[in-house]
C-alpha cells in the first residue's frame, strides 16, 4: 500500500520538480574551484581516484583497516594519514585547530559547519549479561564528546549525531524499540540527550541525528520526534521565531520515506512545533535489505526532488494520501519546517535553488533552509554555491542567497581514520560515487597548469 502511494506521490510532485531540469549554468567569470588552494586540489584529486574505483576502494579500506586494528592510538605511516586523508576530510584534533579550520571555510564564503565528533564507543560481543556501568561510561563519554563538538561549533553551526556512537547499551536498546515497541531509551541517554539540546539551544547551534541501518532506523526516528516536540517551538538564537533546534534525517531511496515524512509533518502540524529536516538519499544499499529502496536510481532521484519540492514550495496536498485524516488546506509554508538539502547532487540542488528563487521573486516567504556537502567531497558543487551566494547578495532582491555547509569530523589522526573508514565501509556504494568530483578537480588542474604556462609564456 505505501508503497503504491509514494509512486502517486512521485508522479504528482515531480511534475512541478520536471520544467526545473534545464537551468541556466552558474555565472560565468571566476571559475567556482579557484578558491580552493592548490594542495587541495591535487588531494581530492588522489583521494577520488580511488574512491571512484571500487577495486582501488576496497583495497585501501581493507589495508587501512588490518593497520588500524594493530596500531590501535596512533597514525601507522608515520604522519601520511594526516597529509592525505586527514587534512582532506577532518577539522583538527585540537579546539585551537578546529577552530582555524572552520574560520578557514568561513572566509571562503562557506556558511557554516557541521561538525562531527569521530570517537565513538567500541562495540564488543554480547556476554548475556548486563554491565550496567559499562553503559553509563559509553553514554557519558559520547555525551561529553558531544558537548565538547556543540562548545567548538559556532552561533549559526551544526552539530551531527550519531546515536549508536554512545555504546552497545543504546545499541540494544534501539534494537529493542524497533522490533517490539517497548524499550525508551535508557534514562543515562535521556539525561545526556537533555543536557546536549539545552547547550545546542544556549549557543544557537542545531543538532542533526544521523540515519543508520534499518534495523534501527524506526527507534531512531521515534527518539528524534520526543526531541523535536520538546526542544523544536522555542525562539532559537536572534530570530524571533520558533526554530528547529533538532534535526531527524530521512532517506529519499527508502520507499516507506514520504509515509514516515508525512506522519511526522501532521504531527509538527497539529503539536506546533517545528519539524526539522535533513534530506539525504541514502548509504546503507548495500547493507540492508534491498526490498526496502526504490528499484533504481532514477527512482530514487525522483523522490528526492519530489521530497524536497513538497517542503521548499509548502504544498502538502501531495502527501494526504499516507495521513488517516486530511490536513487542511493551506499555502506556503502554512508548515513549519526547517531543512538542511543534504546532497552532492548537482541537478538536485539546482532544481532546489530554482523553485527558491522563483518563491523569492514572487515575494513569498522562504523556509529556513541549507545545503550541505561533506567536507573534501562534491567541493565543485560547494563552490559553485559559495560563488552564488555572494552573486545573489550583491544583486539586489528576487534571488535566493544559499547557505553552503560543509560537513567534516573532528578528533585524533587515529579516530578520525577510523570513523572515515567504518562510514566508508557502510557508505560504500555512496564512497564510489564520486567520479563527477574527480574529473571537475581535473579540470581545475588543467586550467591552473595552463593559465601558468600561459603566464610565462606572456613574460
Same mark, same amino acid.
Given at each position: 500500500m505505501a508503497s503504491?502511494?509514494?509512486?502517486?506521490? @512521485?508522479?504528482? $510532485?515531480?511534475? &512541478?520538480?520536471?520544467?526545473?531540469?534545464?537551468?541556466?549554468? %552558474?555565472?560565468?567569470?571566476?571559475?567556482? #574551484?579557484?578558491?580552493?588552494? @592548490?594542495?587541495? $586540489?591535487?588531494? &581530492?584529486?588522489?583521494?577520488?581516484?580511488?574512491?571512484?574505483? %571500487?577495486?582501488?576502494?576496497?583495497?585501501? #579500506?581493507?589495508?587501512?583497516?588490518?593497520?588500524?586494528?594493530?596500531?590501535?592510538?596512533?597514525?601507522?605511516f608515520g604522519g601520511l594519514l594526516r597529509r592525505t586523508l586527514y587534512a582532506q576530510f577532518c577539522a583538527g584534533e585540537t579546539p585551537e585547530e578546529v577552530g582555524r579550520t572552520v574560520a578557514q571555510l568561513k572566509q571562503l564564503g562557506f556558511a557554516g559547519v557541521i561538525l562531527g565528533y569521530a570517537r565513538e564507543a567500541e562495540t564488543v560481543a554480547d556476554t548475556g549479561t548486563?554491565?550496567?556501568a559499562r553503559a553509563a561510561r559509553e553514554i557519558r563519554e559520547w555525551a561529553d564528546g558531544t558537548l565538547k563538538t556543540v562548545d567548538l561549533a559556532g552561533d549559526g553551526d551544526m552539530v551531527a549525531l550519531k546515536l549508536t556512537g554512545a555504546g552497545q547499551a543504546v545499541v540494544e536498546h534501539?534494537?529493542?524499540?524497533?522490533?517490539?515497541?517497548?524499550?525508551?531509551?535508557?534514562?543515562e541517554l535521556e539525561e545526556a540527550l537533555a543536557e546536549i539540546c539545552e547547550r545546542a539551544g544556549e549557543r544557537n547551534v542545531r543538532l542533526l541525528v544521523d540515519a543508520e541501518h534499518d534495523a534501527v532506523q524506526k527507534a531512531i526516528d521515534e527518539w528524534v520526534l520526543r526531541l523535536q516536540r520538546q526542544y523544536n517551538n522555542?525562539?532559537?538564537?536572534?530570530?524571533?521565531?520558533?526554530?528547529?533546534?533538532?534535526y531527524g534525517t530521512y532517506q529519499a531511496y527508502r520507499k516507506s520515506t514520504p509515509e514516515v515524512l508525512a506522519r511526522h509533518l501532521a504531527a509538527a502540524q497539529s503539536e506546533g512545533f517545528v519539524l526539522g529536516v535533513k534530506l539525504v538519499r541514502?548509504?546503507?544499499?548495500?547493507?540492508?535489505?534491498?526490498?526496502?529502496?526504490?528499484?533504481t536510481k532514477q527512482g530514487t532521484d525522483e523522490?528526492?526532488?519530489?521530497?524536497?519540492?513538497?517542503?521548499?514550495?509548502?504544498?502538502y496536498s501531495k502527501f494526504r494520501s499516507f495521513l488517516p485524516a486530511q490536513l487542511p488546506e493551506m499555502g506556503n509554508n502554512a508548515l513549519r519546517v526547517d531543512l538542511v538539502l543534504a546532497t552532492h547532487n548537482r541537478q538536485s540542488v539546482r532544481n532546489a535553488r530554482a523553485l527558491r528563487n522563483q518563491q523569492a521573486q514572487a515575494g513569498r516567504p522562504l523556509i529556513e533552509m541549507a545545503y550541505a556537502q561533506l567536507q573534501g567531497m562534491a567541493d565543485d558543487l560547494s563552490c559553485e554555491l559559495v560563488k552564488e551566494a555572494k552573486a545573489a547578495r550583491s544583486g539586489g532582491p528576487g534571488q535566493e542567497i544559499p547557505k553552503p555547509y560543509k560537513y567534516l569530523v573532528w578528533g585524533s589522526v587515529n579516530e578520525c581514520t577510523r570513523?572515515?573508514?567504518?562510514?566508508?565501509?557502510?557508505?560504500?556504494d555512496a564512497a564510489c560515487r564520486t567520479e563527477d568530483?574527480?574529473?571537475?578537480?581535473?579540470?581545475?588542474?588543467?586550467?591552473?597548469?595552463?593559465?601558468?604556462?600561459?603566464?610565462r609564456s606572456q613574460a
Open positions: 503504491r502511494h509514494t509512486r502517486s506521490l @512521485l508522479r504528482q $510532485v515531480s511534475t &512541478t520538480a520536471r520544467p526545473l531540469q534545464h537551468q541556466t549554468p %552558474p555565472p560565468a567569470g571566476i571559475p567556482p #574551484l579557484s578558491i580552493l588552494p @592548490l594542495s587541495a $586540489v591535487v588531494r &581530492t584529486l588522489a583521494i577520488t581516484t580511488i574512491s571512484s574505483s %571500487p577495486v582501488l576502494l576496497n583495497t585501501a #579500506l581493507r589495508g587501512l583497516d588490518k593497520l588500524l586494528q594493530r596500531e590501535r592510538n596512533a597514525d601507522p548486563k554491565d550496567t534501539l534494537l529493542r524499540r524497533s522490533t517490539d515497541g517497548q524499550a525508551p531509551p535508557p534514562p522555542r525562539d532559537q538564537g536572534p530570530i524571533s521565531k520558533p526554530r528547529a533546534l533538532v541514502g548509504a546503507y544499499l548495500g547493507s540492508d535489505p534491498r526490498h526496502l529502496f526504490w528499484e523522490a528526492y526532488d519530489a521530497i524536497a519540492a513538497a517542503l521548499i514550495t509548502g504544498d570513523y572515515l573508514v567504518r562510514r566508508a565501509q557502510e557508505n560504500r568530483s574527480r574529473q571537475a578537480m581535473l579540470e581545475e588542474l588543467k586550467r591552473r597548469i595552463g593559465a601558468a604556462v600561459k603566464g
